[in-house]
């Protein structure tokens, strides 16, 4: 063996060290039929998307495929970014309805990763997903963050403490009874807190005075277990999302969160639509901190009181005519969101985008409704809700246009894996008798 050869042994054997040592690049590409990144960017056509560990880091028609890269073949379906569920309560195997004051609770403890529901979540294209409790309570507890995948509610987790639940939905008593009692509870917890900082304040001057031989106070760890998931929502750490049932409990609503200065996400219901110069004023008096959410019932029927002749009213586009941006959202199978019927089509975010063009909201902005602004609602806008450079490569790829009626979803990517495949489906493979093509 020549001197030569020997070095360049032990130059491989380092170069072979050195690489092992380094994390691998987890690399995958799309090809793009077409490509909606989102509002207010053009379409773009056969163009190669490159996802490094889960991030799309570069968009282009001339994008080399490196040899290493899982190609993901789309190029004959529409990509654009996967839907994002700001407020949902399905996937749970059981909700706490019973209950009125639950701030300690976690939706964690009731995830049922075998649930339908989040089969059906991946099927119509929702890859993020904000479960909280129902609406049947007064503070009803913990909300949070899931990918509709993952064997255990740990492996679905994004957020653990993405919201808490408050209604103002009267089911024990009247409106101003169940009101009376969620500021009951703020007291309960601010009197708690101010208790324990009056102790803190006499042991710090019994340790100035010698008197005692404990070496130190947490307030931290002293504050009951109980109430201090309702102290971080008073303390704007956790934002609450306040289920507003009506239009005569809206300004009940403002009433409240300026009273208690809460981060606040509206989740409006019913027909609050009829309270939109209200919502207007407030959102005027703070500007961008108005957050609106509304119910997969985007139509109503209004009955004039004297000629009964009934009227069709999409509370979206009524909202989008006094310029409010919101998002909007779908429904459990069972219908149990905001009192709406059973109907399977409001599980589909597309029968709700739908919905709202055909009734005069822009597309983009319905897409957006659904996509970019529930991600912002979540504080994850510069993550989920668009296909850009840097953000996640969650996306989903139809088989036609949106608004075509061949627009099924084909595959579904969170963070550049697949989680869902038509051609996979068994559900599919049932009902017609064999796997459609995937991409």
């Known amino acids: 063996?020549?001197?030569?050869?020997?070095?360049?042994?032990?130059?491989?054997?380092?170069?072979?060290?050195?690489?092992?040592?380094?994390?691998?690049?987890?690399?995958?590409?799309?090809?793009?039929?077409?490509?909606?990144?989102?509002?207010?960017?053009?379409?773009?056509?056969?163009?190669?998307?490159?996802?490094?560990?889960g991030k799309i880091k570069k968009i282009d028609k001339g994008t080399k495929i490196p040899w290493n890269a899982e190609v993901i073949d789309a190029s004959k379906s529409y990509v654009m970014p996967a839907w994002v569920l700001a407020h949902g309560s399905g996937g749970l195997d059981r909700e706490n309805e019973s209950i009125p004051v639950t701030p300690y609770l976690t939706i964690m403890d009731s995830v049922d990763p075998s649930s339908n529901y989040f089969e059906t979540a991946r099927r119509h294209g929702i890859a993020i997903l904000h479960i909280l409790p129902g609406n049947a309570t007064q503070v009803g507890g913990r909300g949070v963050l899931l990918k509709p995948s993952g064997r255990t509610p740990e492996d679905m987790a994004l957020v653990e403490k993405a919201g808490m639940k408050m209604s103002l939905q009267a089911t024990r008593g009247s409106r101003s009874q169940h009101l009376l009692q969620i500021e009951k509870a703020f007291k309960a917890a601010l009197d708690h807190r101010t208790e324990i900082l009056r102790q803190k304040a006499e042991w710090e001057e019994d340790k100035k005075n010698g008197a005692t031989t404990v070496e130190e106070f947490d307030v931290d760890k002293k504050i009951d277990k109980l109430k201090k998931p309702l102290l971080e929502m008073l303390d704007g750490k956790v934002p609450v999302y306040l289920y507003v049932p009506g239009a005569n409990d809206v300004a009940?609503?403002?009433?409240?969160?300026?009273?208690?200065?809460?981060?606040?996400?509206?989740?409006?219901?019913?027909?609050?639509?009829?309270?939109?110069?209200?919502?207007?004023?407030?959102?005027?008096?703070?500007?961008?901190?108005?957050?609106?959410?509304?119910?997969?019932?985007?139509?109503?029927?209004?009955?004039?009181?004297?000629?009964?002749?009934?009227?069709?009213?999409?509370?979206?586009?009524?909202?989008?005519?006094?310029?409010?941006?919101?998002?909007?959202?779908?429904?459990?199978?069972?219908?149990?969101?905001?009192?709406?019927?059973?109907?399977?089509?409001?599980?589909?975010?597309?029968?709700?985008?739908?919905?709202?063009?055909?009734?005069?909201?822009?597309?983009?902005?319905?897409?957006?409704?659904?996509?970019?602004?529930?991600?912002?609602?979540?504080?994850?806008?510069?993550?989920?809700?668009?296909?850009?450079?840097?953000?996640?490569?969650?996306?989903?790829?139809?088989?036609?246009?949106?608004?075509?009626?061949?627009?099924?979803?084909?595959?579904?990517?969170?963070?550049?894996?697949?989680?869902?495949?038509?051609?996979?489906?068994?559900?599919?493979?049932?009902?017609?008798?064999?796997?459609?093509?995937?991409?």
Not at 13 to 23: I, N
Not at 30 to 44: D, E, I, M, S, W
Not at 320 to 349: E, I, K, V
Request: hydrophobic fraction near 40%; include cysteine; charged fraction near 20%.
């Open 252 to 439: 009940n609503a403002f009433s409240l969160i300026e009273k208690y200065k809460l981060k606040a996400v509206l989740v409006l219901g019913g027909d609050c639509y009829k309270a939109v110069d209200l919502v207007k004023r407030y959102g005027r008096r703070n500007p961008g901190k108005l957050r609106i959410i509304l119910g997969p019932k985007q139509e109503v029927v209004e009955k004039d009181p004297v000629t009964q002749e009934e009227t069709l009213v999409c509370p979206a586009k009524v909202f989008f005519d006094a310029g409010l941006p919101f998002a909007l959202s779908s429904t459990s199978s069972s219908g149990r969101w905001g009192g709406s019927s059973g109907n399977p089509a409001l599980t589909m975010p597309w029968y709700q985008v739908g919905t709202c063009v055909r009734h005069g909201v822009p597309e983009d902005i319905a897409i957006a409704a659904f996509t970019e602004i529930p991600a912002m609602f979540l504080n994850r806008a510069k993550r989920f809700g668009r296909l850009e450079v840097g953000m996640d490569a969650t996306m989903q790829s139809l088989a036609a246009a949106p608004m075509e009626p061949e627009s099924k979803v084909r595959m579904l990517l969170f963070e550049g894996q697949i989680i869902y495949d038509r051609s996979k489906d068994p559900r599919v493979k049932q009902l017609t008798g064999k796997p459609t093509q995937t991409r």
């Open 1 to 53: 063996m020549t001197t030569m050869t020997a070095k360049h042994i032990v130059f491989a054997g380092l170069t072979a060290l050195f690489a092992s040592a380094l994390p691998a690049q987890d690399l995958t590409v799309v090809k793009a039929g077409t490509l909606y990144q989102g509002r207010g960017k053009p379409l773009l056509k056969d163009v190669v998307i490159l996802i490094e560990n």
